[in-house]
Nanobody
Framework: VQLQASGGGLVQAGGCLRL?????????????MGWFRQAPGKEREFVAA???????GYAESVKGRFTISRDNAKNTGYLLMNSLKPEDTAVYYC?????????????????WGQGTEVTVSS
């Protein structure tokens, strides 16, 4: 598994972005996937995750605003972020683990992308 995150950028509050996580290893369908973020001076935190089955989970802070999805044919996962807030500013990382179920704990992920930066201006 080799993950490449992209799609970050600068956006105004209330705007939207779609992050992508591409797996060049072509084994994406065998993994559950998660998105995490790390704001300056803070620890990395869970954002959203999706299981093999497509079952999803979200942090309370993003529930109703963010949507995680995956396209196994394209070996790519996505994070659609709507109604962005300044507090969503962070480096966003995608991660994968070889289990059917997702996890909200970063320690349960085996592979990580390099991160993509999201800045939300007020």
């Amino acid at each position: 598994v080799q993950l490449q995150a992209s799609g970050g950028g600068l956006v105004q509050a209330g705007g939207c972005l779609r992050l992508s996580c591409a797996d060049s290893g072509r084994t994406f369908s065998s993994y559950s996937m998660g998105w995490f973020r790390q704001a300056p001076g803070k620890e990395r935190e869970f954002v959203a995750a999706i299981a093999w089955s497509g079952y999803t989970g979200y942090a309370e802070s993003v529930k109703g605003r963010f949507t995680i999805s995956r396209d196994n044919a394209k070996n790519t996962g996505y994070l659609l972020m709507n109604s962005l807030k300044p507090e969503d500013t962070a480096v966003y990382y995608c991660a994968a683990r070889k289990y059917a179920s997702y996890s909200g704990s970063l320690n349960n992920y085996d592979y990580w992308g390099q991160g993509t930066e999201v800045t939300v201006s007020s």
